[in-house]
């Protein structure tokens, strides 16, 4: 990893940088990958590089969601993997989630490579490899479709960080409440989702794990209250007016 020193005003951006290009080097990552973090660190900028209300908002009805569910699963892809195996491992520890390696650039050695990260972070169960069993999502095409019979299948609800539009609306259409972590307010993925997390991922993950502890002694009905409150559309607009705040006050400073 090259020398980052903690002085440079963009050093955490830098590192979760690094973090990716070291995870395409261990044939984690896409390059495709890669460009998707650059889209992404454009709209950090934007964003202010910090946890919004509206993301804070957005953690907490994720948590309730995932209090409430049945069935959870987690898909991960090669960035989630790089840039934050532990606590990805330790989020489907706390909700029992099972834990599905589902890429959008499918490649079977990329796939045991993460499966290798996430097993070195303390996984045991991991789905979505040859060795378990495949189903097709419908109204998707072929390669893209595949999800792992045990998990995304016959999951309620499925958190999926990162994710591409088309398979963000193939999981609505299969019927699944889908929570996802995107930058980005305009994408079709944030925009399909039933619950939004505007932020990075790398910050949002341990707010989440925070929010998960503090909502466990809720009960059923007080948690499904939190879900049902939850309005992602508004959520979305109001993260949309936090950059155009952010532009603004720029504009004037410039
Ligand atoms: P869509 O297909 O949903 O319209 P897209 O084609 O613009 O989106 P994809 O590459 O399909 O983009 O999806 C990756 C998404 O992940 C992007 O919206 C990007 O902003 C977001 N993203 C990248 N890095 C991070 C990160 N570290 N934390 C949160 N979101 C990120
Ligand atoms: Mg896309």
Redesign the pocket.
């Known amino acids: 990893m090259s020398l980052i020193p903690k002085s440079h005003p963009r050093a955490k951006s830098l590192l979760?940088r690094e973090k990716l290009v070291e995870g395409f080097d261990n044939g984690l990552v896409a390059k495709?990958g890669l460009?998707?973090?650059g889209?992404?660190?454009?709209?950090?900028y934007l964003l202010g590089e910090k946890t919004g209300k509206a993301a804070k908002q957005a953690i907490k009805a994720a948590a309730a969601q995932l209090l409430v569910a049945k069935l959870p699963v987690i898909s991960v892809n090669g960035?989630i993997a790089a840039?934050c195996p532990k606590q990805i491992v330790k989020l489907s520890k706390q909700i029992k989630a099972k834990l599905e390696v589902n890429l959008?650039y499918t490649n079977e050695k990329r796939k045991l490579s993460i499966i290798k990260t996430l097993k070195k972070n303390g996984a045991s169960e991991i789905l979505g490899s040859k060795t378990t069993s495949s189903k097709k999502l419908p109204g998707i095409d072929s390669a893209r479709r595949i999800v792992d019979k045990n998990g995304i299948f016959v999951a309620d609800v499925v958190v999926v960080?990162?994710?591409?539009?088309?398979r963000?609306m193939a999981l609505r259409k299969a019927g699944k409440i889908v929570i996802t972590?995107?930058?980005?307010p305009l994408?079709?993925?944030?925009q399909?989702a039933d619950i939004t997390i505007v932020?990075?991922?790398?910050r949002?993950i341990d707010l989440l794990i925070i929010e998960l502890k503090k909502l466990s002694k809720k009960n059923q009905k007080s948690l499904q209250k939190i879900v049902d409150n939850f309005d992602n559309k508004k959520n979305l607009r109001e993260n949309v007016i936090q950059i155009k705040n952010n532009l603004d006050r720029r504009a004037k400073i410039a």
């Open positions: 979760i495709e460009l998707a973090q889209r992404g660190e454009a709209f950090d960035n840039l959008f960080p990162l994710e591409d539009g088309d963000t972590f995107d930058l980005n994408s079709r993925t944030s399909t932020d990075n991922v790398t949002a």
